[in-house]
Each structure stands twice: as C-alpha cells, then as structure tokens.
C-alpha cells in the first residue's frame, strides 16, 4: 500500500467486503496513480463462486434490514455521512492519488457524494404511501413503497466517490442490501467510503464491494434472478450490453450513460458569465465528466469578443500532479485517454478545425494533455461526434436559434445540455426544445442533490438523486379493502 499523507491508514484495504468482513484473494489486480505510474495497491479479483455467496449473503441481508424502519435506516446513514465529513481530507487524498484530480476538485467530490447521503437519509422519513379516494363504497385502496431487493452498483473511475454515494445512499435509505463494484481504476475510495459504512454499523451482508473481472461479475449480477435492480454509470456500449443481459432476469435497470453536452451562447447572453460558466462545465476533472461541455456552439457575432475573453483564461490553467496546490489540471486517466483525445483533435484539424490555442507541455509520453482551443468545428468531425473527456474546446459558430436547436439535438446523447441568453422568451423556448435530461440555463453546473440526473436516448434510463431517487429502489404494492360495510 503506497498512499501518501494519510492520517488513517485502515481506510485502505486491499481486499473485498463481503458480508461484512474484508476479504483477500490470491489473485490480484495492480492499481496506479495515473499522475506518475506509481503503484498504490492491489485488489482482489472475485471468483464466480464468492460473488455467488456474496449474493446469497445480500439476499439473507436483504430480509432483515428491508424490515427495519426508516428511522434507523436514516440514522446509520447519518452516522455515514458524519464518518465520510471527519475522512474528508484522507477521502480526497486517496481519490487524487489514484484519479489524478486536483485536491481540491477531489475534496469538492467527496462533499458532493456525502451530500447524497444527507439528501436520502432525510428524504426516507417523509416519504409515504397513499390512501386513495374510492370510487366503490364498501373498498379502501391503499399504497405501499417497499424495498426492491438485492441492489447492484457498477460504477465509473471518473467520479469515484459521487457515483458511488449517489446510488448507495438511496437504496440503503429504501431498506435494499446492495453490492458495489467499482472501477478496477479507482477502487479505493470506494473501499475507503465502505470501511466508513462499516464503521457507521450497517449489518453484516447490507452493504458489500466486488472488485475483479468486470464482464464477469456484471454478467452474473445481471443474470442472478435475486438481485432485483441494476444501476450502471458509464459508457453506453457497457450499458446497451447490461441492458441486454438483464433481459431474462427482467431487472429493473437505472442506466447513467454517455453524453455529448451542447453548450450554446447566443447574442443576448451576458459574455463573462457564459465564458467563466464555459470554463467550469469544460475543465471540471479534465474534462472527464459525462455532461462536460462538448460540442461549443457561439453566435457568429460574438466570434471575437468570445475568442478574445476565453484565451485570456487558458493559460492560468497549470497542468500536473493533482496533490501539487498549484495544479488546476490533473492527467488523464491512463495512456489510452490520452490517445484517443490527441485522435480526435488530430483529426478535427485535419479536416479543416483551425487550433486556435493550445498550451505548452514539457512532459511528452505521460497522460497530460494540454489545454487546446479549436475552432470552426463542423459537425461531422468525430469530435462533435463522440465525448471529447479531454481538456479541449471545441467551437462550432451558429447564425440562428432554430439552427442551433437543430444541431444540438442531432446526436444520440440527450444527458445534459446549457445554454446562456438573458432573454425570458428565448430561455423558456430553448430550454423546451433541447432533448436533453437536465438543462443547464446560465449555469453550467447542473448537479445536486435535490435535483434529479440522468438523461434520455442512448444516455440512459431513470434518474438519480432528487425526490424521485429513492424511487428507483422501490416498488408500490397495492393494498384494496374489501368487503368493508
Ligand atoms: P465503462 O468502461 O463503461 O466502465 C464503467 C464501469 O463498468 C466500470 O466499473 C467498469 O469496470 C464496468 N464494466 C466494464 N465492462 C463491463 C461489463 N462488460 N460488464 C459489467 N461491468 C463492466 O465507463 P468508464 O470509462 O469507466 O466511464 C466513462 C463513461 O461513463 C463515459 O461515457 C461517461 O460519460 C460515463 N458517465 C456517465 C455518468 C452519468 O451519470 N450519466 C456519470 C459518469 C460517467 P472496470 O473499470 O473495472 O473495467
């Protein structure tokens, strides 16, 4: 274990948990810190038949903790939420380490995921049943929410801890056992946040974390008729593929896929606020975040006065190692990231994109990119195409309002979409128009916890957070009274 700064060691383990105790296995997977390669640990590669037990283990799990009541459930969520606060510094160091996001960025994450954890644990304990108005005199119709079952949580490496607590928080909070796999990228806060869970009291066989071969355990997860819900974030061929597998076990699916973020500032829109909103949307985490600003679209007229505002901010960005204070920028998440981002740029220019700015870099063959302006983007290039997950903007110029709305629905993505203009009317009408899950209007920054994430088309299914969150973890049984005069 080779995590730095820490002031609690206990937190990282390198093993499973499974029914409440943490696990080794003789086989292994190495996880690096992508700033410098270092080695951080190793996690365990879960076999078909622990994975089986630790379902079995859910499922037993599952019969008693459904039946506590909401009150207690809030409590140990609560007891949590205040273990994950007190960690916050150690959290945030072991995300940067093994992510590579700036300490602060990573110290804002582990905030954002406690959040979740505050939101459910207070939300359960108003969340209630119905008694319906009955149309037949001697019937009283009733509804009830109860817990779906065994729950099972695939995550991504580019949120670790959020993407994590997101899911957790309310399917703990609705009485479900649940059973986390993280990315192998970034498996220790995940690790970290569930030795706080552990600590908090939840019973043995509530709460579990499988880490090992990803195809395996997500087809056994997907056909394993106990687990009753499956909620997936990350790419969506992963998820068409989840989709799919679940079909015989008929899962209920919760599905937070992949974006192409439309980021649109129109003539009447107040300049400097779209441009610093511009730079949040665009560089959060590298620009590795699904609703990441990706396809830039600005009014011809503003071609200059826009160009002449956002390249005076590019070169304050300082790119490295994430736990050096003065780092705004981390790596990417690996080598291939990094391949993939210079792919498409390449191509972009290739095809007639002019670069515009793009920032030095003194370390060649290591996952950093520089911060890269392009503009007169088409949209036929790949990088209006495909999620950038990158630090580059990439600048299409529009002349109508309609044409635009075109534009930005053109695309199979429909996660998140922002737009800037200091017009009522046109804010009501655009933000009607775009297809997207969440609409950013003079924002660029659409997530929190009371608000409902998640997308439409191939970005997903379902909706995390918000007041319908818990839902996603429930079902509504009826209760119909008869013969009652
Ligand atoms: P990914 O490759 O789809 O991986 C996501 C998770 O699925 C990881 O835990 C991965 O495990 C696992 N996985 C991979 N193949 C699997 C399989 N055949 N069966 C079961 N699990 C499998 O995505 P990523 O590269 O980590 O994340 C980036 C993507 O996530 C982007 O497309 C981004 O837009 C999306 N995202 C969406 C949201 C949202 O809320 N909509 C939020 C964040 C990210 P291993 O890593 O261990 O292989």
């Known amino acids: 274990m080779n995590f730095?700064?820490?002031?609690?060691?206990?937190l990282i383990k390198q093993a499973n948990y499974l029914n409440g105790r943490w696990q080794v296995s003789n086989k292994f997977i190495t996880v690096s810190?992508?700033?410098?390669?270092?080695?951080?640990?190793t996690i365990p590669v879960i076999d078909k038949l622990a994975l089986e037990q630790t379902i079995t283990a859910a499922q037993e799990a599952f019969d008693t903790y459904s039946k506590t009541n909401s009150y207690k459930r809030?409590?140990?969520?609560?007891?949590?939420?205040d273990l994950i606060l007190s960690a916050q510094d150690d959290l945030a160091k072991i995300l940067t380490q093994e992510q590579g996001k700036p300490l602060a960025e990573a110290k804002g994450e582990i905030l954002y995921a406690a959040?979740?954890?505050?939101?459910?644990?207070?939300?359960?304990?108003?969340?209630y049943g119905l008694t319906l108005n009955s149309p037949v005199d001697n019937k009283q119709f009733h509804t009830h929410k109860q817990a779906i079952g065994v729950a099972a949580l695939i995550t991504p490496w580019n949120f670790p801890a959020a993407m994590i607590t997101r899911k957790a928080a309310a399917?703990?909070?609705?009485?479900?056992?649940?059973?986390?796999?993280?990315?192998?990228?970034?498996p220790f806060t995940a690790i970290a946040l569930v030795e706080l869970a552990h600590r908090a009291g939840f019973q043995k066989g509530v709460i579990n974390l499988v880490t090992g071969n990803a195809p395996m355990i997500g087809d056994a997860l997907c056909h394993d008729q106990r687990v009753?819900?499956?909620?997936?974030?990350?790419?969506?061929?992963?998820?068409?593929?989840?989709?799919?597998?679940?079909?015989?076990?008929?899962?209920?699916l919760s599905l937070e896929l992949g974006g192409n973020a439309p980021f649109i500032i129109f003539a009447d829109a107040d300049l400097d606020a779209a441009v610093d909103a511009l730079m949040i949307s665009k560089f959060r985490n590298n620009g590795q975040t699904c609703v990441a600003a990706n396809r830039i679209y600005v009014d011809q007229n503003l071609q200059q006065a826009f160009l002449t505002k956002l390249k005076a901010k590019l070169p304050s960005l300082t790119v490295g190692n994430g736990m050096d204070k003065n780092v705004q920028l981390g790596p990417l998440i690996n080598q291939a990231a990094v391949d993939k981002v210079h792919d498409l740029v390449a191509s972009a220019i290739s095809a007639g994109a002019k670069l515009e700015y793009q920032a030095d870099l003194n370390e060649s063959n290591s996952p950093f990119f520089p911060v890269t302006l392009l503009v007169d983007i088409t949209p036929n290039m790949p990088i209006a195409q495909k999620e950038i997950f990158g630090p580059v903007l990439a600048v299409q110029w529009f002349d109508e309002e309609t044409e635009v709305i075109t534009r930005a629905n053109s695309t199979d993505a429909g996660l998140a979409a922002y737009f800037f203009s200091d017009n009522i009317h046109r804010c009501q009408r655009v933000a009607g128009a775009?297809?997207?899950?969440?609409?950013g209007i003079n924002d660029g920054?659409?997530?929190?916890?009371?608000?409902?994430?998640?997308?439409?088309?191939?970005?997903?299914?379902?909706?995390?957070?918000?007041?319908?969150?818990?839902a996603e973890y429930q079902y509504i049984k009826a209760h119909c009274y008869g013969q009652l005069s």
């Open 33 to 41: 810190n992508p700033a410098n390669g270092v080695e951080l640990g």
């Open 171 to 186: 399917a703990l909070a609705a009485g479900c056992s649940i059973i986390i796999k993280p990315s192998e990228l970034t």
């Open 445 to 470: 920054m659409v997530s929190n916890a009371v608000s409902p994430f998640g997308g439409i088309k191939q970005s997903g299914l379902g909706r995390e957070g918000g007041h319908t969150g818990l």
């Open 434 to 439: 775009l297809d997207y899950g969440m609409i």
């Open 115 to 127: 959040s979740f954890i505050k939101w459910f644990a207070e939300q359960i304990n108003a969340d």
């Open 4 to 10: 730095l700064q820490l002031n609690d060691n206990q």
């Open 74 to 81: 809030s409590e140990w969520l609560l007891k949590w939420y």
């Open 228 to 252: 009753k819900k499956l909620s997936f974030t990350g790419s969506t061929p992963v998820g068409q593929k989840l989709f799919a597998q679940s079909a015989t076990s008929l899962k209920r």
